[in-house]
């Protein structure tokens, strides 16, 4: 199949769809804005729209640049030149493109519905690789394990029917023993190249901290942020509630203690001085507390919220709430929401070839890729909610490659045979029996090798 290319651009569905997600969206605009600018040659726009469209494509980066190369505007290297650039900025890249979709999806949203910001991260596996810029050796908390490669941080929004990622970094190892590769290019903390590998090494609180600053009063803003037991430590949900944020969590079943009845207690410890509600309620038992830590003046109001683990009776799970307006029943739907980016990853991952498209070992290359990935999602996403289309991503993803399938020939034949009887019909009043006769005449008259391979008949017609 041809992409991407000057010739046969408008006759090709997907390059046809990216370029209409371009132009609505304003991403020329956007990757102008974030550094990606033309040197010499091809516009980068160009560049970005082949590798927006790759996926779809069903064909590997080698294959199609070794098939099509003549009919290719550009060569190998320029994608290689182009996703390895340390001045672009991805991650605003993402971040800008959101800004522009989400209001979108809004105008679809009821203001009655609930939006928030999901912090997770994911792993990302390089177990085979040595050399590669920022490599370091990762904990999996999934198979509580380690692994070698990088972990990506992303923040998206979620209104629970919609989910676009906003912001992201792909992160290495914050302790010197666990970095099997460092970084050969010389530090310059002019440069964005710079701040992108000392950020690789960062703590995930001050991340997400720095990510809810960039992202306050813009359109891609909510009043909640959501996330796991990995990050609900009060050391984070205090300072987000004192940025103006509500803060809805999972709570990890650790030694950590919250101010209850004037003693500060574990979770265990509430559990058990409380009495549970019996029959088939959503929760077990429902408590208000205050979040304390020992680096900040001011606490926290919060409700801790037990519901049964289904995986395992007997066991329970606890949310907390930093809004006390919520009702338990409220807490525990509006948490649902953040299995949203469970599902962006998996699509990510499974569909759309999070880090396995290219194997580079350049840090920025690893950055640029994540990002393609990013707002490949968004286009898919944007093209699922306004289609009300109630299958999955990943489903739409493989209708979506479906299109550029040509139609087979008994298929044209058929639309041609179709189109001939309604222009007799229109044009000369004829009856649909005379219209049938005429047809199945004309196909008595083909060898029966014709008729065999196009699976038609008289009777049939």
């Known amino acids: 199949m041809k992409i991407i290319t000057q010739k046969t651009e408008n006759d090709n569905p997907i390059t046809e769809s990216c370029s209409g997600f371009f132009k609505r969206f304003n991403v020329s605009k956007i990757l102008r804005q974030c550094g990606a600018t033309k040197k010499c040659g091809v516009l980068t726009s160009i560049v970005f729209l082949f590798l927006l469209g790759l996926v779809f494509t069903g064909k590997k980066f080698n294959t199609l640049i070794g098939h099509y190369s003549e009919e290719m505007p550009f060569g190998k290297d320029v994608v290689y030149r182009y996703i390895e650039r340390p001045t672009v900025n991805w991650e605003r890249t993402v971040f800008l493109t959101a800004n522009s979709v989400i209001p979108e999806i809004k105008k679809l949203t009821s203001d009655e519905r609930r939006s928030a910001l999901v912090f997770d991260d994911t792993t990302q596996y390089r177990d085979r690789s040595k050399k590669v810029e920022m490599l370091a ?67 995930k609180p001050a991340l997400v901290l720095e990510m809810l600053r960039n992202v306050k009063g813009n359109k891609t803003d909510a009043k909640y942020v959501m996330f796991d037991s990995w990050f609900s430590s009060p050391s984070l949900m205090i300072p987000i509630c004192e940025m103006g944020y509500q803060v809805v969590a999972r709570l990890k079943n650790n030694n950590t203690k919250y101010y209850y009845n004037g003693e500060m207690l574990t979770l265990k410890q509430i559990y058990s001085k409380n009495r549970k509600r019996s029959g088939k309620s959503k929760y077990l038992l429902s408590v208000n507390i205050e979040v304390k830590h020992k680096d900040f003046e001011r606490n926290v109001d919060a409700k801790i919220v037990f519901v049964r683990n289904k995986n395992k009776r ?32 998996k699509v990510c991952k499974s569909v759309l070839k999070l880090g396995k498209e290219f194997q580079c070992r350049s840090f920025d290359s690893t950055c640029s890729l994540v990002a393609v990935v990013f707002i490949r999602y968004m286009k898919l996403a944007v093209d699922n909610r306004e289609n009300r289309d109630d299958r999955s991503l990943g489903q739409l993803f493989i209708c979506c490659c479906k299109e550029l399938d040509d139609i087979s020939f008994a298929q044209a034949f058929s639309l041609l045979l179709e189109a001939f009887a309604n222009f007799m019909k229109d044009s000369f009043g004829l009856s649909e029996c005379h219209i049938m006769t005429a047809v199945d005449g004309f196909i008595a008259t083909l060898p029966a090798l014709i008729q065999q391979k196009l699976n038609l008949s008289t009777c049939e017609t």
């Open 314 to 345: 007997k066991e329970w799970i606890a949310l907390i709430s930093t809004d006390l307006s919520l009702n338990e029943e409220e807490i525990i739907a509006l948490y649902g929401k953040r299995w949203d980016i469970e599902v962006f990853f």
């Open 137 to 203: 050796l990762c904990h999996d908390h999934t198979k509580n394990q380690y692994y070698k490669g990088h972990s990506i941080l992303a923040m998206g929004w979620t209104d629970g029917a919609t989910f676009i990622p906003v912001d992201y970094r792909v992160l290495s190892a914050s302790e010197d023993k666990n970095l099997i590769h460092g970084s050969d290019v010389a530090e310059d903390n002019r440069t964005l190249g710079t701040k992108r590998r000392k950020d690789a090494r960062a703590g």
